[in-house]
């Protein structure tokens, strides 16, 4: 399975960016996939997860800002990020997970995309 991540880029606090991630596999057989991001020096960190179904499950942290969507025919996942903090600053990873319970820990992840750098500063 592979994970295509792409729309990363530098941003101003308070802009937006779209991220989207394409599976090579259909969206079925990848009932869940996911969002995460990692900073230098932290952990990877959960932002969001969506089943193939449409369940849906944010991190405090992003709640309320990002928006996670899946187009099934395409294969396809967004993150939709909107009001970006410098805090929201990391590479940003799409993952997948067989199976049909969102998931809010990296490691429950089968497949991991290559990761896009977001960038927020003024």
């Known amino acids: 399975v592979q994970l295509q991540a792409s729309g990363g880029g530098a941003v101003h606090p308070g802009g937006s960016l779209r991220l989207s991630c394409t599976a090579s596999?259909?969206?079925?057989?990848?009932?869940?996939m996911g969002w995460a991001r990692q900073s230098p020096g932290k952990r990877r960190e959960f932002i969001a997860s969506?089943?193939?179904?449409?369940?849906?499950l944010y991190s405090d942290s992003v709640k309320g800002r990002f928006i996670i969507s899946s187009d099934n025919a395409k294969n396809t996942v967004y993150l939709q990020m909107n009001s970006l903090k410098p805090e929201d600053t990391a590479i940003y990873y799409c993952a997948a997970h067989i199976g049909t319970v969102v998931k809010c820990r990296p490691g429950e992840y089968d497949y991991w995309g290559q990761g896009t750098q977001v960038t927020v500063s003024s």
């Open positions: 969506i089943t193939s179904g449409g369940s849906i």
């Open positions: 596999r259909g969206r079925k057989t990848l009932g869940v």
